[in-house]
């Protein structure tokens, strides 16, 4: 079945440190892909999505562009803040129309 | 947006007991959804509960130890009985908020210890 796999965390950064956040995929067919956010106490909530091959999804500093041939939606920031600390999850819609997601990818930004 | 209140935020319950968790929106959506977050995995998907009819289970879940209710469009609740520490566990209730596009926002959960 469909599945998503993240970079285990935590992941620990200084501020202004760029940010890679891997996430791969397999699903059949063309998925919709996200990145949610869940900040500390706080409900999970959509950071940035692609529909399509090439499409890049941007919001507050972050971007992740769905690349097909390698499967992947990896977000990205330039420089990070402390108040980016947070635990990150990807995810995509399949055929089916269900979230299939990722285990999440906890952020700490030091400063 | 959606905005979801959820409780209780955090308990710590009795192997054997029930505990009943309560979810309110403050708009008016067709689904709800009910999630259960294990430490350190990911987000797995209980049952969708819509007004008026039966929720629908995923596989691997079952009313009998999950019932749901959900009595009106802004409202529902998830109860999780015979409590064992396997059931310990962060459980979110989640709304769709743009019909189609499986954009959910989500309330902060509710974080049960069963000891």
């Known amino acids: 079945g469909d599945s998503v796999t993240q970079m285990e965390g935590p992941v620990t950064l200084s501020e202004e440190a760029f940010l890679t956040i891997n996430c791969t995929y397999t699903?059949?067919?063309?998925?919709?892909l996200f990145w949610y956010v869940q900040y500390p106490g706080e409900g999970l909530q959509l950071l940035l999505k692609?529909?399509?091959a090439d499409d890049k999804g941007s919001n507050k500093g972050f971007e992740a562009t769905y690349r097909k041939e390698t499967t992947s939606f990896h977000l990205e920031k330039g420089s990070v803040q402390v108040s980016d600390s947070a635990v990150y999850f990807c995810?995509?819609?399949?055929?089916?129309?269900?979230?299939?997601w990722g285990a999440g990818t906890k952020l700490i930004i030091k400063p | 947006s959606a905005v979801i209140s959820q409780k209780p935020s955090r308990d710590i319950c009795q192997r054997g007991t029930s505990l009943t968790i309560q979810c309110q929106v403050d708009?008016?959506?067709?689904?709800m959804f009910w999630y259960r977050q294990q430490p350190g995995q990911s987000l797995t998907l209980i049952a969708t509960?819509?007004?008026?009819?039966?929720?629908?289970?995923e596989s691997g879940f079952v009313i009998d130890k999950f019932p749901i209710s959900r009595p009106n469009l802004t409202f529902s609740t998830l109860t999780v009985s015979n409590m064992s520490p396997e059931d310990s566990s962060i459980y979110l209730c989640?709304?769709?908020?743009?019909?189609?596009?499986?954009?959910?926002?989500f309330g902060a959960g509710s974080r049960l210890t069963v000891l």
């Open positions: 989640s709304v769709e908020v743009d019909s189609g596009a499986n954009v959910l926002t």
């Open positions: 708009s008016q959506v067709t689904m």
């Open positions: 509960a819509n007004q008026g009819s039966e929720a629908t289970y």
């Open positions: 699903a059949t067919g063309y998925p919709s």
């Open positions: 692609a529909t399509k």
């Open positions: 995810a995509l819609k399949d055929s089916n129309y269900q979230l299939i």
